[in-house]
């Protein structure tokens, strides 16, 4: 753990100095999938439907406390993209820092209690693929400013990304505070620290350990930061959350100012 948190320190130190040079060196490539018109529309539909809203009307979030009961409820109108780092990027094979995860829609339970409906686009449609509780992705989204919502599920992390410029939203277990600023190239060293050796093909990835970094784990987040393991998972793992999967919390809560 010590590693990973002077590796991202030192990268955000580096990042820093960098800064005041990174307007004369050209704005980063933006994420890949950006939902078009089309995909709000389909996106407002799903999460609006009567099967998406009896799945929260039946959804209870296990050791949270239940609120007034009401009608169920989704904000179609309010939708959060959440981009996340490939493994091309991370290994220099492409300049595009992140690709669309999920977007994000909040909602309400049966009994009240505060969601999201995450859509994920599933070939030309989409599929709501999880509930989860809170309203995190909406709360990360304003704390972005404008910039684009970046998630590292590996070890929680959470950024706003403008241009060249990546700010920490919540460094989770990276240890780094939260406001610090890096570059986009910072960025990628810092992530190339934590898992160039676990990039599909290495021996890592080879040996099963974790799956590799091949695609998103929809690990719930442990409520002690040091529990969260600093691995890459690949979609399919044994914890991953499918459609199916019942609703569970998140325990780690957005940073307040």
Known sequence: ????????????????????????????????????AADTAAIGRLTGSPATLGRL?????PGTRALASSAAAAEPGTQVPVYEPTAAFVAGRSDVPAELAYVAVPARTGDGAPATVWAERQGPAWAVVNV???????????AAAGGYLL?????????AVHGDVVTVLDGSVTGVPAGAKLTVKDYRAALQARYADKLPGSAYDRDGAGGGYGGRERAVPAENPSDVPVLPFALGG??????AAVAVPRLRRPRED
């Not at 009307?57 to 979030?61: E, G, P, Q, R, S």
């Open 1 to 36: 753990m010590t590693m990973l948190r002077n590796a991202l320190g030192a990268a955000v130190l580096a990042g820093a100095a960098m800064l005041a040079t990174a307007a004369t060196a050209g704005a980063a490539t933006g994420p890949d999938g950006i939902p078009s």
């Open 57 to 61: 009307a039946t959804t209870k979030f």
């Open 132 to 142: 989860a509780s809170g309203d995190y992705e909406r709360q990360y989204a304003q």
């Open 151 to 159: 998630h590292e599920p590996q070890v929680n992390a959470w950024y």
């Open 238 to 243: 044994a914890l991953a959350l499918t459609a």
